[in-house]
């Protein structure tokens, strides 16, 4: 009875061990990530104050699209980052520059200005993503509505992992998932489900 216990015992330990190790792994990926994305994505160019009309350095063939949404920051001396507000794409230019509205400004005092860096977590300039799901989304839109549009705006959802994944998009119930072993084994990059909201531009 005793040597069952034990069996039992061990068991519930090495399942809390791999459990907490997961956790420690996902812990350092996102750290990892954020030390990655320290590069903006473009420049805020011009800024039309009174119509809250922004013009940014990206185009078309950068894989912009509209509605998708980019943080503002300024980057100060030494490397420090001020977050100015936000951004989202009204119109895509072919060449020279595209149009944002300003959505949100952190501080009036300090408004939006022209040298002011943008930045989306799951944006790569020109490049078309390969995005997996591990788990269900939280948010109004399900796994399958959200595939549907990573297709419409030129990207490819895949429904397992392999070594072309740019990133996975963690949901609920993620830790069961084979896609976030896989991403963990492969050093594929995790984000949170609002980071491809604000990709995909869905309010």
Do not use: C
């Amino acid at each position: 009875k005793r040597s069952r216990q034990n069996d039992s015992y061990r068991v519930e330990m090495e399942g809390r061990m791999k459990d907490l190790k997961t956790r420690i792994e996902w812990m350092k990926f996102r750290k990892e990530e954020a030390r990655e994305r320290q590069d903006p994505d473009g420049e805020i160019l011009a800024v039309v104050p009174d119509q809250q009309i922004a013009y940014i350095d990206l185009v078309q063939n950068d894989h912009l699209f509209r509605g998708m949404i980019f943080d503002v920051y300024s980057l100060e001396q030494g490397g420090l980052k001020i977050k100015k507000g936000k951004v989202e794409v009204i119109q895509v230019r072919e060449d020279g520059s595209s149009v944002v509205a300003v959505t949100k400004v952190s501080d009036p005092t300090d408004p939006i200005k022209a040298g002011d860096r943008i930045f989306n977590e799951a944006f790569e300039k020109g490049k078309k993503q390969y995005i997996a799901f591990a788990g269900s989304m939280y948010g109004k839109m399900s796994n399958e509505e959200l595939s549907s549009m990573i297709r419409q705006v030129g990207d490819e959802y895949q429904n397992q992992v392999d070594e072309r994944t740019s990133f996975v998009v963690i949901g609920n119930g993620y830790e069961k998932d084979p896609n976030f072993d896989k991403a963990l084994e492969l050093g594929v990059r995790l984000i949170l489900e609002r980071s491809l909201l604000h990709y995909l531009g869905v309010k």
